[in-house]
């Protein structure tokens, strides 16, 4: 079983930068894809970004250009670098590591996680 660890978000003024981590503890990463997802108040949890155990990356049009995520295996983290935060982007943010026997067409779903972080808060004030 692995634990995930968030840290970062916070509070920050429209058009700034955040950074997320979310490091995997209990057993190594380096072979699952990872998730963010996000979940504003009211709303259903919904995709953000995606990186495969190859470095590959998927994003939701809505977020393209302006976020970023990577991994460093050798850290057992993966990153989400925000810019240019909206006030849409208000959300509580969690990683997720994808199941290993689940396709890459199910990035987007959370159904295909296995494990999750215990979320972290962004407010963007405009």
């Known amino acids: 079983q692995v634990q995930l660890v968030e840290a970062g978000g916070g509070l920050v003024q429209a058009g700034g930068s955040l950074r997320f981590s979310c490091a995997a503890v209990?057993?190594?990463?380096?072979?699952?894809?990872m998730g963010w997802f996000r979940q504003a108040p009211g709303k259903e949890r919904e995709f953000v970004a995606a990186i495969s155990a190859g470095s590959n990356t998927y994003y939701r049009d809505s977020v393209k250009g302006r976020l970023t995520i990577s991994r460093d295996n050798a850290k057992n983290t993966v990153y989400l670098q925000m810019n240019s935060l909206k006030p849409e982007d208000k959300a509580v943010y969690y990683c997720?590591?994808?199941?290993?026997?689940?396709?890459?067409?199910?990035?987007?779903?959370?159904?295909?996680?296995?494990?999750w972080g215990q979320g972290t808060q962004v407010t963007v004030s405009s």
């Open positions: 209990g057993r190594t990463f380096s072979s699952y894809a």
């Open positions: 997720a590591e994808h199941r290993a026997t689940y396709s890459l067409n199910s990035y987007p779903a959370p159904y295909a996680y296995d494990f």
